[in-house]
């Protein structure tokens, strides 16, 4: 597999299960600190891929490294919302403003995917062929359901 693919892979991959745990932190009836929501889809993938000792370690710090991020990307968000809302109130946009709001997120979002590619390769390196594919199917299942929910 050439290495341009394998980035995109992980990429999406990664995009995959972040925004799976968002989603299922987005959900009101599921209200469960992030820690619990985590471990939560934790023990189901573990179940689902009859994961070993090695492998659920692998996706605990995965597990963990989403965590500290979400927290922290979360950690100012009052301050955040307060300066949206200025900037919206006023006349005309700021848009220098609102472009550094944008490239302040982005820079620590940025500052942190090493450590979340480098988790998420650590996990799926761990996985056999046959864990892989159950994956990739639940992901390529759990897109089309949310596509079909949200957009019919």
């Known amino acids: 597999m050439k290495k341009s693919t394998k980035i995109i892979t992980v990429a999406i991959l990664a ?35 009859e994961l070993n000792a090695m492998q659920q370690g692998n996706l605990r710090a995965l597990s963990a490294n989403l965590i500290q991020v979400m927290s922290d990307v979360r950690s100012d968000r009052k301050t955040h919302m307060e300066s949206l809302q200025q900037l ?48 990739s199917e639940h992901f390529g299942d759990h897109t089309r359901q949310h596509h079909e929910r949200n957009h019919n």
């Open 88 to 135: 919206l109130s006023e006349p005309t946009l700021d848009q220098a403003r609102a472009l550094q709001m944008i490239q302040q997120k982005t820079a620590m979002i940025n500052a942190k995917a090493p450590g979340i590619i480098a988790s998420l390769a650590g996990f799926l390196d761990s996985l056999d062929s046959e864990q892989k594919i159950a994956l």
């Open 15 to 49: 995009l995959g299960v972040t925004s799976g745990v968002f989603a299922y932190g987005a959900h009101t009836a599921w209200r469960m600190s992030p820690e619990d929501k985590a471990e939560y889809v934790t023990e189901k993938i573990t179940q689902k891929l």
